[in-house]
């Protein structure tokens, strides 16, 4: 009996210590861990030759570790082992609840609002900066990612009621042999998802004017929006405008029309222009790449869009009949 108990003790040893775990393996699920437990198991016993009743003892514990494998019970070391199946059926059920929710606002109108509301409209907050999950909203980079010196943060202000967006700028290239420029820092939102990760976009076709209200030390700035439509030869084009910050302790409200965004691609101003289509607005961003090299800082209360009656243009730039031919039959 004292060796029959030793036995046990040490298959229990090895089958809980030595089997791989179902919360390293995610994307294998229990069913090959219990194959991997069995088959060390089968050779631990064909090994030490054990007895009839410590096979049963043995399939009598690898049961139950079946079962609490499937109901997420705690193992005897003290962790929970996560079920694979039911971890994608949950994300499958709050994926289906959400296009519930998406249909369902579609249904009453535009962002789920009346459509009386929504054409009465003449202004709208879309990104404001209360609280930390609003930074969760926005992505910084900088030359950092290709070898540069430049740092850039992303924080709330002091009373949060605002986000400071502060750094160092440094334009010296990076020693790698292949980048020759270096000196920019930048911040963009995240595009939005709907269910089941899809993408979506912002509808601003009823304004016809950006409205921000930041706080600078002079530098200028480059307000870039992103727009995504379903037309190949147009998908992730950037307009571009340049927004100039004032300095000293005031805040400053900046409006810039729609219609004076011009279309840049990697920095550079196409030859062929045209007007930024408001109803497949993926993203907005802001980059500082002025070359001046030292600290920076600019925080900005929100960011909105509306109505500026007294703008009529719809779009500043001209084409030439050259360069766009299409334009002009």
């Known amino acids: 009996m004292a060796s029959i108990h030793k036995l046990l003790t040490g298959t229990y040893i090895h089958r809980t210590f ?6 390293l393996l995610p994307f294998v699920g229990n069913h090959f861990v219990d194959y991997s437990s069995s088959s060390l198991q089968k050779k631990v016993a064909s090994a030490d030759r054990v ?3 410590g096979k049963k003892t043995e399939e009598g514990l690898q049961g139950c570790d079946q079962k609490e494998a499937a109901l997420d019970a705690p193992s005897p070391d003290g962790t929970s082992e996560v ?3 039911k971890a994608i059926r949950d994300e499958a059920i709050e994926h289906f609840r959400r296009l519930k929710d998406e249909i369902v606002a579609h249904l009453r109108g535009p962002d789920g609002r009346p459509i009386q509301e929504v054409l009465m409209e003449q202004a709208r907050v879309v990104w404001q900066f209360r609280k930390k999950e609003d930074l969760d909203k926005w992505i910084v980079t900088s030359d950092k990612t290709i070898g540069g010196r430049s740092e850039i943060f992303l924080k709330m202000s002091k009373n949060n009621r605002s986000a400071l ?5 440094s334009s010296e290239a990076p020693q ?4 020759n420029q270096s000196g920019y820092c930048a911040i963009v939102s995240r595009i939005p998802r709907g269910a089941f990760e899809r993408k979506l976009s912002y509808d601003w076709s009823q304004f016809n004017t950006l409205y921000l209200r930041v ?3 002079g530098r200028p700035w480059m307000v870039n929006i992103r727009q995504d439509t379903d037309f190949i030869q147009r998908k992730n084009q ?9 300095g000293g302790p005031y805040w400053q409200e900046v409006k810039i029309p729609f219609s004076k965004f011009f279309f840049s691609n990697q920095g550079r101003i196409r030859d062929v222009q045209g007007p930024l289509v408001l109803d497949k607005i993926s993203s907005i961003g802001f980059t500082l790449s002025d070359k001046v090299d030292g600290p920076f800082f600019l925080e900005i209360d929100f960011i909105g869009v509306f109505t500026d009656p007294a703008h009529t243009e719809e779009f500043a730039y001209e084409n030439s009949p050259a360069l766009n031919p299409r334009l002009f039959k």
């Open 18 to 23: 030595l089997r791989p775990r179902a919360e």
């Open 51 to 53: 007895s009839q009743q």
């Open 83 to 85: 079920s694979f199946e």
């Open 165 to 169: 967006l502060y750094g160092t700028l």
């Open 176 to 179: 790698d042999g292949d980048s």
């Open 215 to 217: 706080r600078g030390d």
């Open 238 to 246: 950037m307009y571009s405008y340049f927004m100039f910050t004032r």
